[in-house]
Each structure stands twice: as structure tokens, then as C-alpha cells.
């Protein structure tokens, strides 16, 4: 590691790695690989299960109830990018990168949206379409073998993180989220200008500069893999205001972050909203997906495993989130009179929350009725121990309804930024502000509308919560 000898380095108090314990936990290089070394040999364990006992009940739980979404939703908002930092495939990736032919990638495929629809595609159209397939064990271990051989054959040919950067699913998701917690990495500026060799450039895989990071108010996809931190003292890893970083002007807007945003409240939050919220309340016969869905079915003679109600659910929130999210943006850009470009790149930094925060809900509800037995019960099916429990609750216990909360707090908290960002544009006068800011957060409105109608749907019009 580098060190400052004529610079007296005295960390921020704000700063983790003044302790000791988080230097030799997210600031040691041996500490983090051997995570890193077990995750893989649990990943590749899980992968040969599925494969070889296709009806055990581990494979399931350890990616679809353990990775995601339980450990990456909860640490995302609050812990940042931990979830890439021990990674298993960015682990491999960088290892295999390190003996392999080191080419530059193409222009062609230097394309943040690769990753981004490999997701949507081969997970969340494949969920809604044919719910129950990526369930299986076996269609679990073939999902994970997949992503394992493209991460081993991508690194292989190519170098600086190319597939965290272009082909894994998560490779955007993760780090665009991230803002919203409260974790960054940066530099010391004091010893940083005294720097004549940035070694926490020269040592990123990413070939990223985390000196940059303030001055940017961006740490790009930045994955915490922690090499600048052990090859320079002068990195820090910093505990900050919640979505500080949504607070401020960011230099170098990246249009593929606020389409994460966007694509994935719709994919995930709002076609859930949909689907599955109101998909279960009284009214579920007469909503216009279920129509549709079944007319589809009818015409088609298609029955299972082929399900269009899902499909078309996922089309129409799609659908509806593009009109309201772009249309409600250039309604702004014109009461404003500002390009719609450039209040999409600004604006829409303020819907991050939104799917990150708001999907609590459903991860803590089914960490209680569902993950909780299927991790452990998977655990001691692949290890055989002799442990076997029950959920930690029953859909119909109503104190799962604190976990309601988590929309109201994602719409309120996206509104906030959304009004915030709105500063930047240099309004001057407060009633086009508030005008611009109606139609900004037409989509927030929406999300909150059906979370407090599907509440209704729930206590008052069934009696029950589910």
C-alpha cells in the first residue's frame, strides 16, 4: 500500500476506515477474496445441486431467496454497492481477466443496456410469462451456469471489467441503486494533491479514478472490489447524508442510470402492483390486464405453462410508467422552457427510490412467510443438517401490514429529491416551480394512488390483507 510520508493522514470522523474493524473487513484485500472464494464455491455448489437434484429446495434458496432479492434489496439503500464488492461472478471475472487475452471490447458491444435486458428478458419476462419455470431448481442452476460461463468466457477475451460493466444482469442495477444509500468511496484531497502516481487509478480493474468520485458526484459502476483502498491509504470509504449524491448536481448525467430507474420500477414495482397486488383483491375479474390476458388465451387456444394475464400486466405497467415518466417530463421541460433532455438526465435521478425503497415491502412480507424456511430448510437439505423450521409468519397475520410504510416512504422520499433537483434549473419564480413539479411527479402520484387502493382492497373491500 501507498503511503504519504510527508502528509500526516487524519481521517474524517465520518470516515469507516478510521476503525480498525472496517479496515480489516472492507478495506482488506484477503478478507474480501476469502468471502469472495466462499460465495463462488456456494454458487458453483448450488449450481451442480440444481443440476444433478433437480427438486431440492436449496438451489431456489440460495439465489432467488438469499442473493435476490433479500441481501441485494436490503443492502442496496442502506449499505451502498456491498452486494458487487463480494460478488462471486465479479470475483471470478477479475481473476480470470488477469490471465486472459486482454483485449479492448469492441464499440459494438461497449453497451450499458446489454446487461440491462439480459435481465429484463431472460428473468423478468420469463417470471411474468411463464411463472413457476425459473423456480425449478434445475431452470435456477441452467440461469446461474449461464451468467457463470458468460462472466468466465467475457473476462477471457476482455479486460478492464468488461462484463460487470456490459454484460452482468446486475452489472448497472446494482450501482445505479446504490445512490440511494449511504455509503461512498472516494480520495483525500490533501494527499491526493500531493499525488504525482494515482496508484488507486492505476490498480482499478474498472479503470476508474476514485479521486474523481467527489468532483463528479458519481462513482459510475464502480463494484467496492476495495483494490484502490489496499494499494493507497488515501481512499476512504465514508458514511453519508441518505441519497446525498441525489442531492446535488451530478457532472456527467448518465441517461443509463435513470433508465435502470425507470425500467425497473415498471418491470418489477409497478407490474407487481399489477399483477400480483391487485391481481388478488375482489376487483381482479373486471382489471383491463386480466381482460385482455384471458381474451389472448382464448383467441391463441394457448393455456399453460403460458401465462398472457402476467404478460400483458407487464406490457401495460411498462406502458403506462413511459407515458407518465416521460410524458410528465416534458410537460415540465415546457412550463420551464429547458431542453427535455436535459431535465430527463436531471429529473430523473429523483425516481431511485422508488423500486429500491419501495420493494421493501415485499422483501420483508416474504422474509417472514417465505425466505426465512426455504434459506434454512435449503441449507440443511444441501449440507444435511438435521434442522427444519416453519415460516416466521402466515400471510394472514395483519402485523405484516407495518411493512405497508415502505411505498408511502419511497414515493415521499422521491418526491423530496424530485423537488430538490428542481432547484437546479434556477427557477425564479415559485409558482412555475410548483407547476413543473405537478407534472415531474405524475408517476409518484400514480405509485402512491394504486399502493393506498390496493390498502383499500385489502382491509376494506376482502377483510383480510392478502
Not at 399453460?304 to 402476467?310: E, L, S
Not at 410528465?328 to 431511485?352: C, D, H, M, Q, W
Amino acid at each position: 500500500m501507498r503511503k504519504f510520508s510527508d502528509v500526516s493522514l487524519e481521517r474524517d470522523k465520518n470516515d469507516l476506515f478510521r476503525f480498525k474493524i472496517f479496515r480489516n473487513t472492507f478495506g482488506n484485500i484477503k478478507f474480501l477474496n476469502s468471502i469472495r472464494v466462499i460465495l463462488l464455491l456456494l454458487t458453483l455448489y448450488a449450481i451442480f445441486y440444481g443440476l444433478f437434484f433437480p427438486d431440492n429446495i436449496f438451489t431456489t434458496g440460495l439465489f432467488w431467496g438469499l442473493f435476490w432479492p433479500f441481501f441485494m434489496v436490503i443492502t442496496l439503500p442502506t449499505l451502498g454497492n456491498v452486494f458487487c464488492m463480494i460478488c462471486p461472478h465479479g470475483f471470478l471475472s477479475r481473476k480470470i481477466s488477469n490471465i486472459g487475452l486482454k483485449l479492448n471490447i469492441p464499440k459494438s458491444l461497449k453497451n450499458p443496456y446489454i446487461g440491462i435486458a439480459l435481465n429484463i428478458a431472460l428473468y423478468w419476462f420469463i417470471l411474468y410469462t411463464f411463472p413457476g419455470v425459473l423456480r425449478n431448481s434445475f431452470a435456477a442452476a441452467i440461469f446461474f451456469l449461464f451468467f457463470t460461463l458468460l462472466a468466465i468466457f467475457v473476462s477471457f477475451l476482455f479486460t478492464n471489467g468488461t462484463y460487470c460493466k456490459y454484460f452482468c444482469p446486475i452489472g448497472r442495477v446494482a450501482p445505479a441503486f446504490a445512490r440511494v444509500g449511504f455509503t461512498w468511496l472516494s480520495t483525500y484531497k490533501t494527499l491526493c494533491d500531493k499525488c504525482d502516481k494515482p496508484d488507486c487509478a492505476f490498480s482499478c480493474p474498472y479503470k476508474y479514478n476514485p479521486s474523481k468520485f467527489d468532483k463528479d458526484n458519481s462513482m459510475y459502476t464502480c463494484t467496492l472490489c476495495m483494490e484502490c483502498a489496499n494499494s493507497c491509504e488515501g481512499v476512504r470509504f465514508s458514511i453519508k447524508r441518505l441519497s446525498h449524491s441525489l442531492l446535488k448536481k451530478i457532472l456527467k448525467p448518465q441517461a443509463w442510470e435513470i433508465w435502470v430507474y425507470i425500467l425497473f420500477f415498471a418491470v418489477i414495482t409497478m407490474t407487481m402492483r399489477f399483477h400480483h397486488g391487485l391481481g388478488h383483491s375482489p376487483i381482479k375479474e373486471n382489471l383491463p390486464w386480466v381482460l385482455v390476458g384471458k381474451w389472448i388465451h382464448e383467441v391463441t387456444g394457448i393455456g399453460k405453462p403460458v401465462d398472457f394475464v402476467g404478460l400483458t400486466a407487464l406490457l401495460m405497467a411498462t406502458g403506462i410508467t413511459l407515458f407518465l415518466v416521460l410524458g410528465g417530463f416534458y410537460i415540465t421541460s415546457k412550463i420551464i422552457r429547458k431542453p427535455f433532455k436535459e431535465v430527463f438526465l436531471n429529473l430523473g435521478y429523483g425516481l431511485a427510490p422508488l423500486m429500491i425503497i419501495g420493494g421493501l415491502s415485499h422483501v420483508c412480507h416474504f422474509f417472514f412467510t417465505h425466505y426465512y424456511h426455504e434459506i434454512i430448510n435449503g441449507f440443511a437439505q444441501a449440507f444435511f443438517l438435521d434442522i427444519q423450521v416453519e415460516p416466521l409468519a402466515s400471510r394472514k397475520d395483519k402485523w405484516l401490514r407495518i411493512f405497508w410504510i415502505f411505498p408511502y416512504i419511497a414515493g415521499l422520499w422521491s418526491m423530496y429529491i424530485l423537488w430538490r433537483r428542481l432547484s437546479f434549473f434556477d427557477i425564479k419564480d415559485k409558482f412555475t416551480k410548483i407547476k413543473a413539479y405537478i407534472p415531474a411527479t405524475a408517476i409518484v402520484i400514480f405509485y402512491l394512488g394504486i399502493s393506498t387502493f390496493i390498502i383499500y382492497t385489502r382491509v376494506f373491500m376482502t377483510g383480510s390483507h392478502h
